[in-house]
Structures are given as C-alpha cells and as structure tokens.
C-alpha cells in the first residue's frame, strides 16, 4: 500500500532511442490506418479535400498528443507549443512526400502503381524517420525529465566542509 503513494509520485521512465522509435511507428502507423478508413467514410458525406483536411488536423493533434504521452515520455500532456512544432513537422514531411510524387510524374508521366506506391512510401518512409529526429530531439527534449541526462554524465559535485582538507601530492 505505501509502495503505491511513492510509485504515483515517481515521474515515468524517459523510453530510450529504440523503444521511442518502436513507439513512434506504432502510434503513427495506428493513427495512419485509422485516419486512412476515417477519410473514405468521411468522403461519402463531403468533398474528399475537405475530409482530408478535417481528419488530417484530428490525426495530428491525437498523434501529438499520444507522442507525449506515450511515445517520449513527456508527460501527461502536450502543450500548444509542442501541438505547433509537430503540426510543422508534419507540414513538413507532407511537402516532402509531395515533391517526390511531383519529381516522379514530372520524371515518369504515367508510373504504374507499383511504382508511385514504392516511391510515396519510400519518401514517408524518410519524412517519418526526419519527423521522428526533430520531435525526439527538438520538440519533445525539453519535456523529459533532466535526470535522464544527468545519468549519463559525471556525479554531481559537493560541497566539501570547511574542516575536510584535499589531499594533494607532494613531490619527493
């Protein structure tokens, strides 16, 4: 019962590199495949552009907010300036999956669809691994906590009392 009070208080493991990646394709991903259904229902009610838009915002804020939470450990949850840098990061991964689509149809007229499946997911592929570098490293590092890095550097120095003397080497 009382290791209960002190694990509540205790703030979460910070995942490391790898499980925050693992993390990240699984959020990602999930939300990509359900935005995906979402979007083709959506479109038999209203202009598939507008669907688009609706679920792309809906998709970018849950995904934000379960990369807080779950996928960084930063928290319980995201703030506005974390929600802008990441809707950033994934306009920007939207520009980059966009020009390779426009690079191939100005490359290639009629690619079959093998072809633009194998370059689209080649370049969300990179977008998602460059969108995964800048919210780990620059969006979310501020969040965690700082004894995660503190672990991995030198032991914080004491203050020594006035009456402890140095030992310092004398040459013979």
């Known amino acids: 019962m009382g290791t209960d009070t002190?694990?509540?208080?205790?703030?979460?493991?910070?995942?490391?590199?790898?499980?925050?990646?693992?993390?990240f394709v699984l959020c990602?991903?999930?939300?990509?495949?359900?935005?995906?259904?979402?979007?083709?229902?959506?479109?038999?009610?209203?202009?598939?552009?507008?669907?688009?838009a609706l679920i792309t915002v809906?998709?970018?804020?849950?995904?934000?907010e379960l990369h807080a939470r779950f996928t960084f450990g930063a928290g319980p949850r995201a703030g506005w300036r974390e929600h802008?840098?990441?809707?950033?990061?994934?306009?920007?991964?939207?520009?980059?999956t966009s020009t390779a689509m426009l690079i191939l149809h100005m490359v290639e007229s009629s690619p079959?669809?093998?072809?633009e499946q194998v370059?689209?997911?080649?370049?969300?592929?990179?977008?998602?691994?460059?969108?995964f570098l800048v919210l780990r490293l620059l969006v979310f590092a501020a969040c965690r906590p700082r004894?995660?890095?503190?672990?991995?550097?030198?032991?914080?120095?004491?203050?020594a009392s006035t009456t402890v003397s140095w030992p310092i080497p004398v040459p013979a």
Do not use: H
């Not at 809906?58 to 934000?64: A, D, E, H, Q």
């Not at 079959?112 to 072809?115: F, K, T, Y």
């Open 6 to 23: 002190v694990d509540a208080q205790r703030p979460p493991a910070t995942p490391g590199p790898l499980a925050s990646f693992a993390r």
């Open 28 to 52: 990602g991903g999930g939300v990509g495949v359900a935005s995906s259904a979402a979007v083709a229902l959506l479109a038999g009610v209203m202009p598939w552009a507008a669907a688009n």
């Open 58 to 64: 809906v998709s970018t804020l849950l995904c934000t």
């Open 84 to 96: 802008w840098q990441s809707a950033g990061s994934a306009t920007a991964a939207y520009a980059v």
């Open 112 to 115: 079959g669809v093998i072809v």
């Open 119 to 131: 370059v689209y997911l080649s370049a969300s592929g990179l977008a998602g691994f460059g969108r």
């Open 147 to 159: 004894t995660t890095v503190r672990a991995q550097g030198p032991a914080p120095v004491q203050k």
